[in-house]
């Protein structure tokens, strides 16, 4: 009988130290997209959105801070030296 959490349940675990276990990204970090429309861009996690099947993120790409929804899986970090 486990039920889906909230959005707000979700991103209220999420921002907390220990994080959630599988989700890898935290809010802030730098990402670089590996596949799709925006291969190669990198941008800022914004969001988390969901965790199943697996984590789903809101990532905003510069210059013009457009947002894009992006599955885990399609993410890797990037170590851009800001």
Request: charged fraction near 20%.
């Amino acid at each position: 009988m486990s039920q889906s959490p909230t959005q707000y349940e979700l991103e209220s675990r999420w921002v907390t130290e220990q994080g959630i276990p599988g989700v890898n990204y935290r809010f802030g970090d730098l990402v670089q997209i590996k596949a799709g429309e925006y291969s190669g861009q990198t941008g800022k996690v914004i969001a988390l959105i969901s965790i199943e099947p697996e984590p789903v993120y809101v990532v905003i790409l510069p210059p013009d801070e457009k947002s894009t929804v992006v599955s885990q899986r399609l993410l890797q970090s990037s170590e851009v030296n800001a």
